[in-house]
């Protein structure tokens, strides 16, 4: 089980950790962000020595389309790691609902509420 927290902005967040890396980011969980796991800030990507995959179409909130860098990676998710593609962004900490394909979540949406994200069972 991953367990978070919802800040004061009713955002849920969910710490996770790049395998290869010993700290753990503070990611918003958004269910309106697809076709990629992750989006985190340029310098954390460098940090991390992500590999890159090239570039992107990606349509972003306000419907515009742009095309933003893509990184292979690894999270470590559950009892095991999950392979990712993670998206650059000045300044974004996101997850997104392919990150969380097969889990359930759990949200008390009051700041402070806590977030728990448990793997379904295969079937």
């Known amino acids: 089980m991953i367990a978070g927290r919802v800040n004061e902005r009713h955002e849920a967040i969910i710490p996770v950790q790049v395998r290869g890396s010993n700290r753990q980011f503070e990611v ?18 460098r940090q991390l020595g992500l590999t890159r995959e090239g570039r992107v179409r990606f349509r972003l909130g306000d419907e515009r389309v742009a095309r933003i860098a893509a990184y292979a990676g690894e999270v470590i998710w559950h009892d095991g790691f999950k392979r990712v593609r993670v998206l650059e962004s000045e300044n974004y900490y996101l997850a997104s609902a392919d990150l969380l394909a097969g889990s359930h979540i759990e949200i008390d949406m009051i700041p402070g509420g806590t977030v728990t994200v448990s793997e379904l069972p295969s079937s």
């Not at 918003?28 to 962000?33: A, E, P, Q, Y």
């Open 28 to 45: 918003v969980i958004d269910t309106g962000f697809q076709g990629a796991h992750l989006m985190l800030p340029r310098a954390v990507i």
